[in-house]
């Protein structure tokens, strides 16, 4: 008998210290940063709190698979 399964992809999860999350708060909001850093310096923070690739993807309007190529 053939079993198929849906593979979930592991989750995006990332670690900061203060001082980079400070760091990448701060290139998220600098003027003279490009806006792709600024939206990836984004990314990594809400991963950081627990976000899903899903919610950040909705939320800075991004293919999933974006997310998750950071």
Do not use: F
């Amino acid at each position: 008998m053939l079993l198929l399964c849906k593979i979930m992809p592991a989750p995006l999860k990332v670690d900061l210290t203060p001082q980079q999350d400070e760091l990448l708060r701060l290139v998220s909001q600098a003027n003279d940063i490009s806006p792709r850093t600024r939206c990836r310096a984004t990314a990594l923070r809400l991963s950081a709190r627990s976000w899903t690739v899903r919610q950040i993807a909705e939320y800075l309007k991004w293919n999933p698979q974006t997310v998750r190529t950071l």
